[in-house]
Nanobody
């Protein structure tokens, strides 16, 4: 099992940058595929970016070229660097993990979730 805790959220103006982090504790972190999801009010949760145990990554088209997912195995921490933020990026962001499976942007593939952190982008 693994426990996930996202960093505190924040507000930022459009065009700005923020980095989210997600600390993992418990099981062997580096064998997990991990991902960031987000959910805006009234919308379904959507996959933003995912990374597997070998460092392979995938991104939603809406964030490709602006967001970068990475992880530091030594620190057991997952990151999401968000650049050129837009108001439509406003959402609750969640980190998620699954053991020994390839990355995916489908939420039902993950069985461990953080509590979520709010990111608000103002125009």
């Amino acid at each position: 099992q693994v426990q996930l805790q996202e960093s505190v959220g924040s507000s930022v103006q459009a065009g700005g940058s923020r980095r989210l982090s997600c600390s993992a504790s418990g099981d062997t972190y580096n064998t997990y595929s991990m991902a960031w999801f987000r959910q805006a009010p009234g919308k379904e949760r959507e996959g933003v970016a995912a990374i597997d145990g070998g460092g392979g990554t995938t991104y939603a088209d809406s964030v490709k070229g602006r967001f970068t997912i990475s992880k530091d195995n030594a620190k057991n921490t997952l990151y999401l660097q968000m650049n050129s933020l837009k108001p439509e990026d406003t959402a609750m962001y969640y980190c998620a993990a699954v053991s020994k499976r390839p990355w995916s942007l489908l939420s039902d593939r993950y069985n461990y979730w953080g509590q979520g952190t709010q990111v608000t982008v103002s125009s």
